[in-house]
Structure formats: C-alpha cells, structure tokens
C-alpha cells in the first residue's frame, strides 16, 4: 500500500502543523507519505517532515491521478478530496480529514469518501448526524511548541536563535525575545489584498518593530491566525465593553490576518483605550510566546475543529480562558487546565466579567502542567497510537480484490 496526502493549501495553519506530525507518526508506523502540495505554499521546505516524505508541487489540479503510484493506494486528503480523486476504484481507500465542522457548512464536500477521519468529537458528532462514513474516534492533534518554520520573520528582523539582544526571562526561563511584525497576511486571491499586498511590505519595512514587553496587571493573549472561522471581531464586540471598565487587564494580539479579518477586529475593540490592545503579527516562536501569557483566550467556538493553539497553550504551563461550549469542552478542563465561561452572546459577556474581577481579586491560576493525564490525550506517543489502527483498516481496504 502506496499513502499519499493531499494538501493543496497555500497558506501556513494549523493544518499544515497537523499535516507535519500525521506524516512523522506514520512513518513510526512504516508508512511513508507522498505529500501533493500547492504550487504557492513556499513554507514546506522549512517544516520538519521526515525523510521518507516525498513532496510534489500539483501545478494543475487536473493531473491528480497522473500524480498517484501504481498499485494500492491510501488517498488522505487534508479537507474533502479533489473532485479528480474521487472516482471510485478497486484499489484506492479514498479517505480525509475533517479539519473543519460540517455544522454550518455543505456536509455534501465529504460525499463519495470512503472514510472521513474528524479531528474531535465536535467534528465526528457533525459528520455522523449527517450520515457521512466518519472513524470511530477523534484523531486529536499534537501540541507544537517549537519555532515556527513556515514563515520567516521580515527582512531586517532577525530571528529567534540570531538575535543579537535575545535574553532570558528569569521568571519564565525562555527566550523573551519577541519583535513586533506585520499583522496582515494577505490572500492573494483577493483583489484589494493583492493591492494593498503589494505596498504593505515596503510601509512596513520602514516601521519601528518593538520588542514585546510584559505590561503590569493581567496579560490576556490571542495566538492565532486572524481568520473568519475565529470570529474575533464577533467575540470583541462583545467582550470589549467588558474589557473597558477593567484598565488592568491587557489584552496582546500575536498573528495576521488578511486587511478585512483585521479591519473587522480592529472596529470591535474601539471600545478600547488606544494601547489597550496590542498587535505582535505572527511570531513563530509560539512557545515564547504563551509563557508570556496569564491566560491564552480563544475565539467562538461553533466554527473551530478542535483549537490546537488551547493545547499548545497548556503544554507550556499556560491556561486557557474558553466558552463553555464544545470543542473547547474536549480541549480545557475547567479549573485545572484553564475557565470556560458562558457564551457572551447569551448575557453580553457578563460570565466573562465576573470571571476576570475574580482573576484580578486573586483567583488562584490554574497548573496546566500538573493535569498530565490531559495532557497526554494530545502527546505525539498518543496520537501515533491513535493512527495504529488507522493504518491497519487502510491496509485491509486497500487489499480487497
């Protein structure tokens, strides 16, 4: 049995993180990956993918099944499968994973699979309410705390191991160095990004680039891509009156988003005193990045799979502050790992108040560190366990004559 995975995103994520460990924890397991790649996504060859992984840049979606060995063959699309794929064969297991919930969307882009693999519960309860053939069980993902290799900090900024000032925290015993970049990441795809894209970089590169500095009082942070399925600016509009009346609760912003995503965010923490809330841009070392946090806080919950960066988070020591609601509920034990707090849609963010006056009264905070039998559930060991009989129901199917 040939493996080929399928991830044809240009932009670097959290499923391109997850694409790295699935092929690493196969190749524990003896299978080798052949890795079908956007032409656009340049950040593949700073991932750390093992050396059995061969990796072909797809120039034309049309010759998918020219790309695909002789013999048996396991197709593992990151997202429902190209439509080129999905003719049924003898000898192909046509197979995804499901990074996103099909609640809200069209359940009908994972039809014609063979088995659909959901990256939590969240995910799986979506797929089998829609009678879609998904896997008994969530194929959680792994805590990624290492620099980020998928997009190198601007010219002029250099990076975390070149730094000529980098120091320690002695409080937190890492690196601290964290230098302000740029908050958009443009989609190329659209006009207005293509325009401002291109002017952007040379504005930026004549800006002051801080280093980050811890802030007296309590450090909220959001680590994240500034995409839609975050829903920020929807959670902000909420939480940003709440934030006002509290002066000593910072809030830190690290990551980039395309010029609508940040527009969008920055119109919901007008509320805000100016400084009050600050942008970092993406960083890639994320683990610096989370020790310098009191509390990681997530954005809504009904459009996110699972949340990698809640698990990132805890792996570091560094709680989460969630809504009450699933994934975040497979994701953060409340009180021992972070807070879960009522959906402030439903009391204007009122839950989240009470839950900060306690924080700033002394409240102790939770020891992420010390829940270690939460934390293995998303271990690297754990997740190439999960795979185990992955990889046998694939080599059965794709052995049937």
Request: proline residues 5%.
């Given at each position: 049995?040939?493996?080929?995975?399928?991830?044809l995103q240009p932009h670097f994520g959290g499923g391109e993180v997850y694409t790295a460990f699935l092929c690493r924890a196969l190749a524990r397991l003896g299978v080798s990956t052949r890795l079908l790649t956007h032409p656009r996504a340049d950040f593949w060859g700073r991932v750390d993918l093992p050396d059995d992984t061969e990796r072909i840049v797809v120039a034309d979606g049309a010759a998918l099944p020219d790309l695909l060995p002789p013999g048996p063959v396991w197709l593992l699309a990151h997202g429902p499968l190209p439509a080129a794929l999905r003719q049924p064969h003898a000898r192909r297991y046509r197979t995804a994973i499901a990074h996103m919930p099909v609640q809200g969307r069209n359940p009908a882009a994972f039809a014609d699979h063979d088995c659909v693999y959901a990256v939590s519960n969240w995910v799986r309860d979506g797929l089998l309410a829609n009678g879609l053939p998904a896997w008994e069980a969530p194929l959680y993902g792994v805590a990624d705390v290492g620099p980020r290799r998928g997009r190198l900090p601007p010219k002029g900024i250099?990076?975390?191991a070149e730094h000529p000032d980098a120091q320690s925290d002695g409080k937190r015993g890492i690196d601290a160095t964290i230098n302000r970049t740029s908050r958009y990441d443009w989609d190329r795809r659209k006009g207005r990004d293509r325009l401002f894209g291109a002017a952007e970089p040379l504005i930026e590169s004549m800006r002051s680039h801080p280093r980050f500095a811890r802030r007296p009082g309590l450090t909220l942070g959001?680590?994240?891509r500034l995409t839609p399925i975050k829903q920020f600016p929807?959670?902000?509009s909420h939480l940003a009156p709440v934030l006002a009346k509290r002066p000593h609760v910072n809030l830190e912003i690290f990551g980039s988003g395309g010029y609508a995503s940040v527009r969008d965010l920055d119109r919901a923490l007008a509320a805000l005193a100016p400084g009050r809330a600050r942008f970092w841009g993406?960083?890639?070392n994320v683990g610096g990045i989370y020790r310098q946090l009191d509390y990681l806080l997530s954005g809504l919950p009904e459009k996110e799979a699972l949340g990698l960066n809640i698990i990132e988070a805890q792996a570091c020591g560094t709680p989460v502050i969630a809504v009450h609601a699933p994934p975040f509920t497979e994701t953060v034990s409340n009180g021992l790992t972070g807070f879960l707090y009522r959906d402030p849609r439903?009391?204007?963010g009122a839950d989240f108040g009470r839950l900060l006056d306690e924080l700033l009264e002394g409240r102790p905070r939770p020891k992420p560190e010390l829940a270690e039998g939460h934390l293995a559930r998303f271990s690297f060991a754990a997740f190439v366990e999960r795979l185990r009989p992955v990889v046998d129901d694939a080599r059965r199917q794709t052995s049937r004559e």
């Open positions: 049995m040939k493996l080929v995975q399928i991830n250099p990076r975390r959001i680590v994240s929807l959670l902000f993406q960083q890639r439903e009391d204007a």
